[in-house]
Structures are given as C-alpha cells and as structure tokens.
C-alpha cells in the first residue's frame, strides 16, 4: 500500500506518492442498488488499485433527513459491510464513518461562511430534495448538504498541493456538488493563500446513469423507485430474477439502443454492457433476432453472478460486529491524521488563535 504522504519527504523531492480518491456514500438505505453500484461503487474498488484512497460513509449528510436512530446505527454498519464486501481492500482503502472524523463539520463550518445563500439554493439536488420534503420538512442541514460534502472532500486534499490530484468517483447527478466543492476551495486559496487542490469528479461513462427498472425515463433512485424499479444489491436471487424478466422493454422485439425509443431496452443493455465488460454493439449483435426473452434471461444470470458472492460476503462481516468495528476504527485512525493536518493549516491560515499545548 501506498505509505500516506510525508511532507517532509515530498520537500527533498521524493514525489512518488500516487493520487488521492475520496469518496462518500449515505448509509441511507438497507442496501446498495444497482445504480450506486455501477454509477460510483464499482469505481471505488478500481480505482484503490491506483490511489491512495479514503472511502466515507456519511452518516452527517443522512441525518439531513429524520432518520430512526436504531436504524441509521445499523445501516451505517450495513453499507461499510457492502463495501468491504464488494472488494475495498481495508488493508490499501481507509475506509470510514464520517462522525468519527469531527473535522468534517468543522471544516464544513468555515467553507459554509464562504458560501453565498443564493449560490446554495441554487443546488438542484436541495430544490429537488426540498420540494418533496416541504417547507416543514426542509432541514437548514438539507440546503447546507453540498457544503459538508465540499469538506469531506477537502479536507482530504493531498500535500504537496500541487502534482498531486484529487479524484472523487460519483454519479453525474453530484456533477454540481462537486463544482461548488471547486469553487469554495478556490475562493479559500483566492482569500488566505493555496491551501486546497480542486478536486476533479469522476463520472464513469455509460454506466452513469441507470433508470427504473418500471419506468426507464426515471433514474434507479431509493427515493423514488418502486420496489419492482429497482434491483438491491443485497436482494435474494430469487426476486432479483423476477425483477428483471419483469423489466419494462418496448413494443418491438429488437434488442437494440435507442435512449428515446427503447428507454427500457437500452437501460437494460448498459446494465449487462457495464457488467459483462461486453460493448453494446457487441450485446446487440449477440442478441440479433432472439427476442427480449433470452436477453433477460442472460442478464439476470450476470447480475447474481454478480451480486451473489457480494450478499454473501457482506452477511458474514455483519455476522462479526466487533471485527467490523474495529476496520472501522482503523479507518478513522488513518482518515484522522490526515484531517487533524488539513484542519491546523485552515485555522491558522482564517485567523484562529492556536490553543498551544
Ligand atoms: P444516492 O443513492 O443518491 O445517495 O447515490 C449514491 C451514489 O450512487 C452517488 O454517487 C450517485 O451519483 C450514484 N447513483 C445513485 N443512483 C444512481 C443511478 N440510478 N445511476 C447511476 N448512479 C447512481
Ligand atoms: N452527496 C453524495 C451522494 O449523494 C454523498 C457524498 C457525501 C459524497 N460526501 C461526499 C460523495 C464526498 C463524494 C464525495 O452520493
């Protein structure tokens, strides 16, 4: 693994230390879903192979929501268990719960005072989010979201600053969160000298968008997708097969692309596409006059192969809370001493008086 930076080291001109990835996940839901899998997850366990890599599950941004105490406890253990799971190497990955780390509200404190109102009500995701919760409903903690995820993102902000990126794997609907996370670290620089990297999302192709298995023109969404919509990570076999022979296609009988004319169809096709490793022409060439039948049938049995070993392996570390636990302590060890870090040179450089020792 990749031994965490050492400044010291960098300044006599050893700047081998790879790039940085980080990234957060609600623990949200009783289980991952496709879409979270292909549209960020799966990234995530590429790209350790590559950075050195700080994987968060943010159990901050869920409270933005009520959320059952009870529950939220047990999801946050569930989704650290599925991304254990789903091959993030504890040993490469430092993989964390974000309350644990109590530098990503203080940071997200000072990066909020830098924050215009209108800029965060601009937030698509807050106006999306806030018109279904309502007025009552809508937390300050909702419309200061994106900004909380600004910290988180850098805090982690590898030393040297410069030669060294930061690279955050998301979905494409977090592309505006993260061009405000831009724009705060900017202006921070601009206003008390260079002290954040701006990060670069990560927005895999293709894969960025998966929609309702019921309704192709909606995204896989927990929120809004029913449960025939959408395929859990976690789900058994048997209704995970169900679920996608019962997949709406088209009127037609050709699996072919077609975003406008086949939503159904062509969803399906970048679901097995990104699986498989297989192209879409080459799916669509395979496929050529067999029907929708065998095609479903085929991309059912990618998907639990998939998916099966992954259940499998999460409900055996949740089998063992205390060895869960304690990765997850060593996580927040290894994110905090490079959070502690980041968060000395922001209070010295906005102007707070040091504590001393
Ligand atoms: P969420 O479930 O909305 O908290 O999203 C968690 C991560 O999964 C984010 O990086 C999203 O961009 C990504 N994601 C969520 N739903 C989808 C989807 N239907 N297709 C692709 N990516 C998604
Ligand atoms: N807002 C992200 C989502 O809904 C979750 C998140 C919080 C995040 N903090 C982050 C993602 C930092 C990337 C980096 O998916």
């Not at 406890?73 to 190497?89: E, I, S």
């Amino acid at each position: 693994m990749p031994e965490a930076p050492n400044p010291e080291a960098s300044d006599a001109g050893t700047t081998a230390a790879p790039p940085r990835v980080f990234s957060g996940i609600q623990p949200t839901a009783d289980s991952f879903h496709l879409g979270n899998y292909l549209g960020a997850l799966r990234q995530w366990v590429a790209m350790q192979d590559t950075h050195e890599a700080f994987y968060c599950v943010v159990d901050l941004h869920a409270i933005t929501v009520e959320q059952d105490p009870a529950q939220l406890r047990r999801r946050t253990k569930v989704a650290a268990a599925q991304l254990f799971a789903m091959g993030v190497d504890p040993a490469r990955a430092t993989v964390f719960v974000q309350s644990h780390v109590p530098e990503h509200a203080e940071l997200a404190w000072i990066l909020g005072c830098l924050t215009g109102f209108g800029e965060a009500g601009r937030m698509t995701q807050f106006k999306d989010k806030s018109s279904k919760q309502g007025t009552s409903g809508t937390s300050v903690g909702l419309f200061t979201y994106p900004i909380l995820q600004a910290a988180d993102i850098l805090l982690y902000t590898p030393e040297p600053v410069a030669g060294r990126p930061l690279r955050v794997p998301v979905g494409e609907d977090q592309r505006q969160h993260l061009e405000l996370t831009r724009t705060l670290a900017q202006r921070f620089n601009h206003r008390f000298g260079e002290t954040f990297v701006l990060p670069d999302a990560h927005i895999p192709e293709g894969a960025a968008k998966i929609t309702d298995l019921q309704e192709p023109a909606a995204k896989m969404s927990k929120s809004a997708s029913s449960p025939q919509g959408i395929i859990d990570v976690l789900e058994e076999p048997g209704p995970m097969r169900k679920k996608i022979m019962r997949a709406v296609t088209d009127t037609g009988t050709e699996v072919v692309y077609d975003e406008e004319k086949k939503a159904g169809v062509t969803n399906l096709l970048r679901i097995y596409s990104a699986l498989e490793g297989t192209s879409i022409p080459d799916l669509e060439a395979r496929y050529k006059g067999s029907g929708y039948g065998q095609f479903k049938k085929d991309l059912a049995q990618v998907v639990l192969d998939t998916f099966t070993p992954i259940r499998e392996r999460t409900l055996k570390l949740l089998d063992d809370e205390e060895h869960l636990e304690r990765l997850l302590a060593q996580g927040a060890g290894r994110a905090s001493e490079v959070a502690v870090r980041t968060m000395e040179t922001v209070r010295e450089r906005v102007g707070f008086v040091g504590r001393g020792r």
